[in-house]
């Protein structure tokens, strides 16, 4: 079953989403199980949100991807969301 990732980050920047995106971004689109990844800023937190093919795909990314390329301090609200529907292109 896909999932939908959503992870905000209180206080975070462009800048400070900008310096791990330059590597992580190229990493996710070869990533096993990544569909898509968008990320704004709403209510005073950055919000990043990704669709996964599952949940152990999401999991692994960010375990070995991301955490370790997170700048000191920050901790990224992770919530995963299981579709009902999915459409591509």
Same mark, same amino acid.
């Given at each position: 079953?896909?999932?939908?990732?959503?992870?905000?980050? #209180?206080?975070? &920047?462009?800048?400070?989403?900008?310096? %791990? !995106? !330059?590597? *992580?971004?190229?990493?996710?689109?070869?990533? %096993?199980?990544? $569909?898509?990844? !968008?990320? =704004? #800023?709403?209510?005073?937190? @950055?919000?990043?949100?990704?669709? @996964?093919? &599952?949940?152990?795909?999401?999991? #692994?990314?960010?375990?070995?991807?991301?955490?370790?390329? *997170?700048? %000191?301090?920050? /901790? %990224?609200? /992770? &919530?995963?969301?299981?579709? =009902? !529907? *999915? $459409? &591509?292109?």
């Amino acid at each position: 079953m896909a999932v939908i990732a959503m992870v905000d980050v #209180q206080g975070q &920047t462009k800048e400070g989403y900008d310096g %791990p !995106s !330059s590597v *992580l971004c190229e990493r996710v689109k070869h990533a %096993p199980g990544f $569909v898509m990844h !968008s990320a =704004y #800023q709403v209510d005073g937190a @950055w919000r990043v949100l990704e669709v @996964w093919q &599952t949940k152990a795909d999401a999991d #692994q990314f960010f375990a070995k991807q991301v955490a370790p390329h *997170l700048p %000191p301090g920050v /901790r %990224p609200k /992770r &919530t995963l969301f299981e579709t =009902y !529907s *999915l $459409v &591509t292109a």
